[in-house]
């Protein structure tokens, strides 16, 4: 089970990497886990998606399949992008 602590470090990683490709770019869950443990980055796909589909549900970042942003109430299932969103 992931903790507040190791929660808020991958909200932190979406963050900082949405905003660093900014919000014509997107970024794959998996190049999150892979910053976050480069050997066993498969383990922490479903915290990283969980903290993006939190992230999306506030509007601070946009989910997205096939180049257009999807309802995050609905956890999209399959391939996502994680892309900043600007307010």
């Given at each position: 089970?992931?903790?507040?602590?190791?929660?808020d470090?991958?909200?932190?990683?979406?963050?900082?990497?949405?905003?660093?490709?900014?919000?014509?770019?997107?970024?794959?869950?998996?190049?999150?886990?892979?910053?976050?443990?480069p050997?066993?980055?498969?383990?922490?796909?479903?915290a990283?998606?969980?903290?993006a589909?939190?992230?999306?549900?506030?509007?601070?970042?946009?989910?997205?399949?096939g180049?257009?942003?999807?309802?995050?109430g609905?956890?999209?299932?399959?391939?996502?992008?994680?892309?900043?969103?600007?307010?």
């Amino acid at each position: 089970m992931i903790g507040n602590e190791q929660r808020d470090w991958i909200a932190a990683e979406i963050r900082w990497l949405t905003r660093a490709r900014g919000s014509d770019k997107s970024c794959c869950p998996s190049d999150i886990a892979r910053r976050l443990d480069p050997d066993a980055w498969r383990d922490w796909m479903p915290a990283v998606r969980d903290a993006a589909l939190t992230l999306a549900r506030r509007g601070e970042i946009d989910i997205c399949q096939g180049g257009v942003p999807v309802d995050p109430g609905l956890s999209p299932r399959g391939p996502i992008r994680l892309r900043r969103r600007d307010c």
